[in-house]
């Protein structure tokens, strides 16, 4: 979506228009959204069972856990980056 009408819709009842890449041009068809393929990527999974309910309280090590995972995240995102060929096609 390039840009979002919120006035013009409202005269039809319409919660906003969307103005994208194809539409008006191509009239109905421009909104239909374009294909797209998804790479869906699960990393190892984490075990906090070492920590009991009193760790939550430790500012330290919930800043130190929440920065791990926050990692293993961006590693699986960088990964998908570097794997996919196109945002298209996949």
Do not use: C
Request: glycine residues 10%; proline residues 11%; negative net charge.
């Amino acid at each position: 979506m390039l840009h979002r009408l919120d006035y013009l819709p409202k005269l039809f009842g319409l919660p906003y228009l969307p103005i994208t890449a194809t539409f008006p041009w191509l009239g109905p068809f421009g909104l239909v959204p374009a294909p797209t393929r998804w790479t869906i990527l699960f990393g190892e999974p984490f075990n906090f069972d070492g920590y009991g309910p009193e760790a939550a309280d430790d500012p330290v090590l919930v800043g130190r856990l929440s920065d791990h995972v926050q990692r293993s995240i961006e590693e699986l995102i960088a990964q998908g980056l570097r794997e996919r060929k196109s945002v298209w096609l996949g």
